[in-house]
């Protein structure tokens, strides 16, 4: 399965809704993870560029997407990117990959 980064922006409603009634939307977004094979790494907030961001795994890019367009249609989200995540090995292989293939650059 490949993990993603997701961030996002919520609305000025989603941020007073949230205000009146304080919740986690952990499981909420397990659930919406687990709809489409995948799991849940982790939800975090960070009050900068991004109001937060969620990590999560699924099999496939369709199914990353599916996550973000449903999140999206609800109206609560105004912006967001998703990241498809490599690891370390992955990374190295990559370079090495890189190293083997010629290529021109334009002049």
Do not use: C
């Not at 922006?9 to 397990?30: C, E, F, G, V």
């Amino acid at each position: 399965m490949t993990p993603y980064l997701l961030q996002f922006n919520y609305t000025a409603n989603a941020w007073a809704a949230l205000i009146r009634k304080p919740t986690d939307r952990s499981a909420a977004i397990q659930a919406l993870a687990e709809a489409n094979g995948g799991r849940l790494l982790g939800v975090y907030f960070s009050f900068t560029e991004y109001d937060g961001m969620v990590l999560f795994e699924v099999p496939t890019h369709a199914a990353a997407s599916t996550i973000a367009v449903t999140a999206m249609a609800q109206g609560h989200i105004q912006r967001y990117t998703m990241v498809p995540l490599l690891t370390a090995t992955e990374a190295v292989e990559v370079m090495r990959q890189s190293g083997t293939i010629a290529y021109s650059a334009p002049s």
